[in-house]
Each structure stands twice: as structure tokens, then as C-alpha cells.
């Protein structure tokens, strides 16, 4: 099989490519990006010899969709919702199945920082998404959507738990990248980058929909802040979540559940220090007057932040699992909980590893024929049952173990179990 990474010289990328490249049935791995020297470097790294350059910038739909020809799937790892949905376009009308990382459900676009998505005359936003699922479906092509970290495994640890319970209630998927503590201390927010971080400050401002009660319901990102013990592979931390974007999919796919929320983790004193920063008008992307110049606060704060939250020689970072499904199960009270916490390893990051590996793999199962169905699917609607424990035994064998936990009764305080 052949398969095409898009953005692979960013570190998401170079981590799809670097899984790809270990796996045999692999014969030709396509390096796509704008600038030659960053995926030689990329292809250095991996140190396979069945990569293939594509210096070819994404932006030129007609030279990406020429580069397409010849692979039987793609795997997207671009840096903005506009191009994503570009190129998402671009390879469904080139009839190339393709697995995306990107946070969104791209069948119901996310209306707040839109990032200039370019929709065709005419046509609005919402209407945009029900087209692409459409043509996808009309040109039999499978796009997986949202497949990574969270959205990703995400989706798939909470389906699947969903339907071990005869009913479920409520689900709560409590995931995010963190710095190793001794790197965490040494940073504002207790925070390191490991993804693109004008992404991350996005997610701390947009309106987020989540289900209460069986309503739908928009809320402020960064509220319903919540404790949690983490107390799993050997593991004992107090960290704290609170609701971000990450599983769009699942207000439209899991109607049947009356709670539902999807909550980022980061360590104790972050989430203050962000609502601060939102108060201050810090996040905020309305101009203002300063020493007779306009400047976006939200830009100022970034090239402020960025230099003091980069990662140095040594720093490692950890990404953290703890899903709650809750519900009945033969009559009674039941909850399945799924546990991971990844470390950085084989000279990529944490985040670079929970996220690349699981498209690297999903694109496999696309160019393969394993997932066949068309149309826009989310992770939780096209990997489960026999293809599920495949899916999590291919991630263990890369030291990504995903724990699940089923209990009886009232459900558990969050993640606080002894292992």
C-alpha cells in the first residue's frame, strides 16, 4: 500500500510518517509539504528508504491533488481548519480516502474563529459540512474525521464503552498533554507547547456544545472545572480538567445520552491562570489602540508565551486518559472507565506519539479496505467491536496502553481508583 502524509514535516506529521514507515505492508510512504529542506529533514529522521518528497505547498490544491494521484489513502496533519477543509475537499473530489487529526467534526463545522474556511458561493457554513459528507458518500470515499488524541482515541475508548452498558447515561472523556512535573515548574500555567499553540488558545475561547439533561446545550470553554486523582500505572497525581472543544461528533453520533462533555486536562492552578488571562481581555482577537497602533491581544500574548512555553533539552511531556461512561448494565448501575498516560519515547513527544500513531494506523485500515464505508465518519462510528481490540492491540505494541476499568454501582469519583 502507499500512503500520503499532508503536513509531514510538522511533528505531528513526522510522528504519522515514522509509524508508517515501520509497517510492512507499507511500500511507499509520500512526504507532502512547502519546503523541501524541512522534509528532507523529516525523511532523515525516520531513516526509511520508502519515503517520497512532495515539496509542494497544500495551498496549491491543484499540485496537492496531482501529488495525490497514485496513493491509496492520505493522512492529514495540516496546521489550520482553512486549509484542512481545503484539501479535505481536494481529496474527495480526487477520490482519495483520508484519515484527519484536526479537532473538529467537519459534518457540523464549529462556527467561532471559522480561521477564513473558504465555503463555496452560495452555500453557508452548516450547509458546507451535510455537502462534503455528501459528495463523499456519492464518490464512495471514507474520510475518517477527527482521528488523533482526542478527538481520536478519545472517541473510541467512550464508544466503546458505550456500548458495553445495556443504557448509558452520561460519558465524560477527561484527556490532554501535559509537561513531565520538573518541566511543568519551570513554566507559566504549568504548561509546555507540543501542539500548535495559536490551536490551544482557540479552544480556550470558543463556545463549546456538550449535552445537560438530554438538551444541547453552549457553554464557555474553561468552565465546569473539576478535580481528579490520577491513580493508574503506578501513577499518583492530583490534576484538574475543565470543558474544551474535542468531540463534536458525539452531540450528533451518541443522541441517546442525556450528559456528555469533553473536559482538557492540565496540572492544579492552570485553568485559574487562563480565566485570568480571559479577564484580563489577554485572549481576546478585537483590536486595540496602544502607542498609536492597533495590536490583537490574543497575537501579543502569543509571541509573549511562545518562548517561555517551548520545550528545552530534556523535556518530556505526558498525555493523560481518564473517560467516564456511566449507565446500566443486566439492570444495574454501571460505569466503564478507560485509562492511558503516555510518555514521550524514540525521539518523539508524548503528544506526538498518542496522536500520530493512531492516524498512521487508521490510514492503514484505509488503504487497505478494512474501513470502507463513505461519507464523513467519526472515530467512534467506524472503529469498534473486532476492529476496536485490533486497534488498541496495535497501540500497545507501541507502548500506548489504554486500561479499562468496569465497575458496579453508584458511579466513581473521577480517574480515583488504586490501580
Not at 510522528?15 to 515501520?22: E, I, K, S
Not at 507499507?26 to 525516520?46: C, N, P, S, W
Not at 473536559?263 to 492544579?268: A, C
Request: charged content about 25%; glycine content about 10%.
Amino acid at each position: 500500500m502507499k500512503i500520503l502524509v499532508l503536513g509531514a514535516s510538522g511533528k505531528m506529521g513526522s510522528a504519522v510518517a515514522w509509524d508508517l514507515a515501520r509497517a510492512p505492508e507499507v511500500k511507499q510512504i509520500g512526504l507532502l509539504g512547502r519546503r523541501r529542506e524541512a522534509l528532507e529533514q523529516t525523511r532523515r529522521f525516520i531513516g526509511a528508504g520508502n519515503l517520497i518528497c512532495h515539496a509542494v505547498d497544500a495551498a496549491d490544491l491543484r499540485a496537492a491533488r496531482e501529488a495525490m494521484k497514485g496513493y491509496d489513502a492520505g493522512a492529514l496533519a495540516l496546521p489550520d481548519r482553512r486549509m484542512s477543509y481545503r484539501i479535505v475537499q481536494t481529496a474527495i473530489e480526487a477520490g482519495l480516502p483520508i484519515v484527519d487529526m484536526l479537532e473538529e467534526y467537519h459534518r457540523t463545522p464549529d462556527a467561532h474563529e471559522t480561521e477564513r474556511i473558504e465555503v463555496p458561493a452560495g452555500m453557508s457554513l452548516a450547509r458546507y459540512g451535510e455537502w462534503l459528507h455528501e459528495e463523499a458518500v456519492a464518490r464512495g470515499v471514507p474520510f475518517i474525521d477527527g482521528m488523533g488524541f482526542s478527538p481520536g482515541l478519545a472517541n473510541i475508548t467512550v464508544g466503546d464503552g458505550i456500548k458495553k452498558l445495556d443504557r448509558a447515561v452520561s460519558a465524560v472523556a477527561r484527556v490532554g498533554g501535559i509537561p513531565e512535573k520538573s518541566a511543568a515548574e519551570r513554566r507559566p500555567l504549568s504548561y509546555m507547547i507540543t501542539w500548535a499553540f495559536h490551536h490551544v488558545l482557540r479552544e480556550y475561547m470558543v463556545k463549546v456544545l456538550l449535552r445537560r439533561g438530554g438538551e444541547v446545550v453552549e457553554v464557555e470553554a474553561g468552565t465546569s472545572r473539576e478535580q481528579l486523582r490520577f491513580e493508574r500505572f503506578g501513577k499518583h497525581e492530583v490534576l484538574e480538567c475543565a470543558v474544551t472543544p474535542g468531540m463534536a461528533s458525539f452531540i450528533t453520533s451518541r443522541p441517546e445520552l442525556q450528559d456528555f462533555a469533553v473536559k482538557t486536562v492540565r496540572w492544579p492552578g492552570h485553568w485559574a491562570g487562563v480565566q485570568t488571562l480571559k479577564e484580563c481581555g489577554l485572549l481576546d482577537l478585537t483590536p486595540v489602540a496602544f502607542q498609536g497602533r492597533d495590536i490583537v491581544p490574543r497575537e501579543f500574548l502569543h509571541s509573549l508565551l511562545v518562548p517561555r512555553l517551548r520545550a528545552g533539552e530534556g523535556d518530556q511531556d505526558v498525555c493523560v486518559m481518564a473517560n467516564t461512561v456511566h449507565g446500566t448494565k443486566d439492570g444495574e448501575a454501571a460505569t466503564v472507565e478507560h485509562f492511558m498516560w503516555v510518555e514521550s519515547g524514540d525521539g518523539l513527544s508524548a503528544m506526538a506519539r498518542a496522536t500520530g500513531f493512531p492516524v498512521a494506523i487508521a490510514a492503514r485500515l484505509l488503504a487497505s479496505g478494512r474501513i470502507r464505508r463513505a461519507g464523513i465518519l467519526p472515530p467512534e462510528d467506524c472503529i469498534h467491536g473486532e476492529l476496536y481490540r485490533w486497534f488498541l492491540g496495535e497501540l500497545e505494541e507501541r507502548g500506548i496502553r489504554i486500561e479499562e476499568v468496569v465497575s458496579w454501582g453508584a458511579a466513581p469519583p473521577p480517574a480515583s481508583r488504586a490501580a
